[in-house]
C-alpha cells in the first residue's frame, strides 16, 4: 500500500519514492512524483478514468477526428513515427519532407547552396508566431553549440522597437541572411507584417528576396502561393493536422534543428520512444500518465494549482515559455467537451536553477500554496569544466536542486522531479513528447479539447475589430476637423470611448499627423484632430 504525502518521517518519503519511481533505462530518464500529494486512493479512482483516456489517445493516434471543434485530425505522433499514420501517402510525405530538410540543411551548412552575392549564407532571421516561434527557439536555445551552424535572430513579435534591434543587429549580414517565414494557414498577420518589413530592409541593402526566402506553410495557402509565384529559395509543408503547439517535431522544428547542425533524427527518435512508453496502457508504469494524475490531484482537477517548471540547465532555459503554450493554450479552455462551463486550465511559469534560488523560491516555500513544481535536471557534465581546487560546479547546482526539493517538502509544498541522465537531441525529443501526452491524457480526465484555441480566435477577431475601428477613425479625422472623445463616439457608433482614445494615444505619440488638446489624465475632456 502506498504511504501518504503527508507522512513526515523520512522513512515515508523514502518508501513513496521506491514505490512510485518511474526509470527507463534505454532512454536514461526518471520521473519522481512521490512528493506529490496523490495516493493511493487517488490512483484506485483514476484508474478507470485513465483506462478510458489510454483508449481515446489510441484512437487518436488512428486517425480519429479528435478536435471536434474544427473536425480536424490530431497527427503530431505521426512525425516521429510515419509508419502509424492512417494513409501511406501521408507516411510518404512525411519521410519526404524529413529528407528534404535534412539536404537543404546540409547544403547551407557545408556551402554548397550560396546566397544571391556567391557568398556563404552567414545568419538565420526566422519569423514566426506562437508555436511557430517557441519551438524553433527552443531548438536553437537547447541544442546549438559553439561555432557549429548558422547564427538565429527572430522575429516573434509585431514590436518595431523589437524588429528595429534585430533589423539593425544584421544589417551588414542581410545579403547573406536566410529568411524563414512560417505560417501554416498563410494569412496569420504578424508573420506577414514582419515579412513586409524583413524583406524591405534586406532588399533596401541589396539582398535578393526570392532567392533568400524560405516558407514554411500548408500547401495551396496564401503563403504556399506566395512562395511558388514568387520562385523562392525553398518551401517547407506544414500539415492540417498538426497544430502550432505540437508542431516542433515538425518542419517547424526540423528546420531550424538543421541550421544549426543538430541530431534531427536522434531527436525524433527520443520523442518516437517515448511516445511508446506513454502509449502503456497502465496509469503506475506509464510516465505520462503519472504526470497527469498528480496534476489533476493536486488542482482537484480543477487547476487551482499553478506548474513552477525549474529546470537545472541553462539549455532549457526557454522551456517553460514553451510549456507555457502547450499547457496553457491546450487547457485552457470555458467549456468542456459536453458544453459545461468549467473554466479549465493550468498556468505555467518558470526560470532556471538555479537562479530561482535567488528570485522566486521565497515566496514557493514561504507564500502561498497554489502551485507544484517541476524539476528538470541532466546528470552528466561536460567535460571542459574541470574542477577548481575542491569545488565542482555541477555538485553544486545539484546541491541547489536538492536543497530546494527538500526545503519544498518541509513547508509542504509538492514538487515532481524528471532527471536526465545526459541531455541532447534525443533527451530533448523525449521530453517534449513526455508533455505532449500528458497534457492529452489530462484533458481526458476533464473532458476538454486539447486541440483547439477558442480563446486565441477571439483575440485575433477583437484585434481585427480595433484595427478596422482605427481605420474609420482616422478617415473621419481626414476631414481636419478637431473633436472630442464623445464626439468621435457618437460619430463612430461604440459603445465606449476607451478604445477610442487608446488608438488616437498611440498615433499621438508618433509622427503620424495627429495632435491633441487638453490633459492626458482626464481624457473625458480632450480633443484630438489632424496636425
Not at 127 to 144: C, E, K, N, Y
Request: hydrophobic share 45%; net charge negative; glycine share 10%.
Amino acid at each position: 500500500m502506498l504511504a501518504n504525502f503527508n507522512g513526515s518521517s523520512a522513512e515515508t518519503q523514502w518508501q513513496r519514492f521506491c514505490e512510485l519511481l518511474w526509470y527507463e533505462a534505454d532512454l536514461g530518464i526518471w520521473l519522481d512524483v512521490s512528493r506529490m500529494a496523490i495516493g493511493q486512493a487517488d490512483l484506485d479512482s483514476l484508474s478507470p478514468r485513465f483506462d478510458q483516456a489510454f483508449a481515446a489517445m489510441v484512437a487518436l493516434e488512428a486517425g480519429a477526428i479528435a478536435n471536434a471543434d474544427e473536425q480536424r485530425q490530431v497527427g503530431h505522433y505521426w512525425l516521429r513515427k510515419p509508419e502509424l499514420a492512417p494513409e501511406a501517402a501521408i507516411s510518404q510525405h512525411i519521410q519526404a519532407e524529413l529528407e528534404r530538410i535534412e539536404a537543404f540543411g546540409k547544403a547551407i551548412l557545408e556551402g554548397s547552396l550560396l546566397a544571391p552575392n556567391g557568398q556563404p549564407f552567414t545568419d538565420v532571421l526566422w519569423i514566426g508566431i506562437g508555436g511557430s516561434g517557441l519551438g524553433p527557439l527552443l531548438m536553437v536555445r537547447a541544442l546549438q553549440d559553439a561555432g557549429v551552424g548558422l547564427p538565429f535572430h527572430f522575429f516573434d513579435n509585431v514590436d518595431p522597437a523589437g524588429m528595429s534591434r534585430t533589423l539593425a543587429s544584421l544589417d551588414s549580414h542581410l545579403s547573406t541572411t536566410l529568411v524563414v517565414v512560417v505560417s501554416k494557414s498563410g494569412g496569420t498577420p504578424e508573420p506577414h507584417i514582419s515579412m513586409e518589413q524583413a524583406q524591405a530592409r534586406l532588399e533596401a541593402r541589396g539582398g535578393q528576396w526570392a532567392a533568400q526566402a524560405v516558407a514554411v506553410t500548408m500547401l495551396d495557402s496564401k503563403l504556399d502561393k506566395l512562395a511558388v509565384s514568387g520562385e523562392w529559395l525553398r518551401r517547407f509543408d506544414m500539415f492540417d493536422w498538426v497544430g502550432g503547439r505540437t508542431s516542433i517535431t515538425s518542419a517547424v522544428g526540423l528546420l531550424p534543428g538543421a541550421l544549426i547542425g543538430a541530431d534531427i533524427r536522434g531527436f525524433l527518435a527520443g520523442a518516437a520512444q517515448m511516445d511508446c512508453v506513454t502509449r502503456v496502457a497502465d496509469l503506475r508504469r506509464n510516465p505520462a500518465a503519472l504526470m497527469a494524475a498528480s496534476w489533476y490531484v493536486a488542482g482537484h482537477g480543477e487547476g487551482k494549482r499553478d506548474m513552477v517548471v525549474l529546470p537545472y540547465r541553462d539549455r532549457l532555459e526557454v522551456f517553460s515559455r514553451y510549456l507555457q503554450q502547450l499547457v496553457m493554450e491546450s487547457l485552457g479552455k470555458k467549456l468542456d467537451r459536453s458544453g459545461n462551463v468549467v473554466h479549465q486550465g493550468i498556468a505555467v511559469y518558470g526560470n532556471k536553477g538555479s537562479t530561482d534560488q535567488h528570485a522566486y523560491v521565497q515566496q514557493l516555500r514561504d507564500g502561498v500554496d497554489n502551485f507544484f513544481v517541476t524539476f528538470i535536471e541532466a546528470l552528466e557534465e561536460p567535460s571542459d569544466i574541470a574542477p577548481i581546487g575542491d569545488e565542482i560546479p555541477g555538485d553544486f547546482l545539484d546541491g541547489f536542486l536538492q536543497g530546494t526539493r527538500s526545503a519544498l517538502m518541509e513547508g509542504g509544498r509538492q514538487s515532481m522531479s524528471i532527471t536526465l541522465r545526459r541531455f541532447d537531441a534525443r533527451a530533448l525529443g523525449a521530453l517534449i513528447a513526455l508533455f505532449e501526452r500528458a497534457v492529452g491524457l489530462y484533458a481526458e480526465l476533464v473532458n476538454v479539447n486539447a486541440y483547439d484555441q477558442p480563446g486565441v480566435e477571439a483575440g485575433k477577431k477583437a484585434a481585427a475589430e480595433i484595427l478596422g475601428l482605427q481605420e474609420r477613425l482616422e478617415a473621419l479625422l481626414g476631414d481636419g476637423k478637431t473633436r472630442s472623445l464623445l464626439e468621435l463616439q457618437q460619430a463612430l457608433g461604440t459603445s465606449s470611448p476607451e478604445p477610442l482614445f487608446w488608438i488616437l494615444r498611440h498615433l499621438c505619440a508618433n509622427p503620424r499627423g495627429y495632435q491633441a488638446s487638453g490633459d492626458w489624465s482626464q481624457p473625458a475632456a480632450m480633443s484630438f484632430g489632424r496636425a
